[in-house]
């Protein structure tokens, strides 16, 4: 029995490292920032944040790689006049679903970096047009993405399905 318990704290010692994968501190401090800007202490689920715990077991985060690649938090509570820019730094992130929250303002053109992004999903919240031409300048340099879902929000569509022809360039 004692060379089984032994042989489990070699185990554990040497494979427990690579088990705890660090985050990019980048990514980390993103988060952190999402947290505070957008009044992390009121939401209705924040599991994990602004714990030791590891990034991929907070409410709504999801890493790969020790890179954050997503963050799903619908209808959780998130106020804020405007997304932190940091958000732009997040350079694998591939989903950001901020869906029936309590956003407002204006995107922040450094989520034009995010070149990973497959799904951003920023529905029935309060974002605004700031040059009146519909889409925020910044969606047009997703060139990653496949879904975009931006309805009930205050951007002036002008037209229908008419988007400006800076789109998917």
Not at 96 to 105: H, R, T, Y
Not at 106 to 124: A, C, E, I, K, M
């Amino acid at each position: 029995m004692k060379n089984i318990y032994i042989l489990f704290i070699a185990v554990w010692f040497f494979v427990s490292p690579s088990l705890k994968a660090k985050v990019n501190t980048t990514d980390s401090l993103a988060l952190l920032n999402l947290y505070s800007t957008t009044g992390g202490f009121g939401w209705k689920h924040k599991t994990g944040w602004r714990t030791k715990a590891p990034l991929g077991s907070w409410y709504g985060v999801t890493v790969q790689g020790g890179r954050v690649t997503g963050i799903v938090l619908p209808n959780n509570n998130l106020t804020a006049n405007t997304l932190p820019y940091t958000l732009g730094r997040l350079s694998n992130l591939q989903v950001l679903d901020l869906d029936s929250n309590a956003l407002k303002g204006v995107l922040p053109d450094s989520l034009g970096n995010l070149s990973n992004l497959t799904v951003l999903s920023l529905n029935n919240n309060k974002f605004l047009d700031s040059s009146n031409a519909g889409l925020p300048k910044c969606i047009a340099r997703l060139t990653s993405l496949v879904t975009l879902n931006l309805g009930n929000n205050y951007w002036n569509f002008s037209e229908f399905f008419a988007f400006p022809d800076w789109i998917g360039k």
